[in-house]
């Protein structure tokens, strides 16, 4: 599914081998959204029981929203319902410490007719 962009830069082709603990997590957690797992134990070695999700404002959410793990893996069930496929392309991860800076493109087709 290569989908255009207006954003011309290449996308980064990652080699888990290669990658960082870090960043082998994040793309873990990465792999059980697109895959749309919804059990709490996949995540139970990627997420802090304490994580916040931050959603900006989107089509679909219009003010965003900030939701707790629970909510955050309710979003994954509903996502699983309104999308046929979705996928991150990155384009950079910066990784200083352990934390992580990870700029992507999101593209996901709905599976519904979201208005």
């Known amino acids: 599914m290569d989908t255009p962009t207006l954003d011309s830069r290449p996308f980064l082709q990652i080699n888990r081998a290669s990658a960082s603990a870090n960043v082998n997590t994040y793309l ?25 999700f931050y959603d900006n404002p989107n089509l679909i959410n219009k003010v965003g929203q900030v939701r707790n793990a629970s909510k955050g893996m309710a979003g994954v069930a509903v996502g699983q319902k309104i999308l046929a496929a979705q996928r991150y392309d990155f ?15 999101w593209t996901g087709t709905m599976a519904i007719d979201a208005g």
């Open 28 to 52: 873990s957690f990465i792999h059980n959204l697109t895959s749309y797992i919804t059990d709490t134990v996949a995540y139970s070695e990627i997420l802090h029981p304490d994580v916040v």
């Open 91 to 105: 384009i950079e991860i910066i990784e200083t410490g352990d934390k992580l800076i990870i700029e992507c493109i």
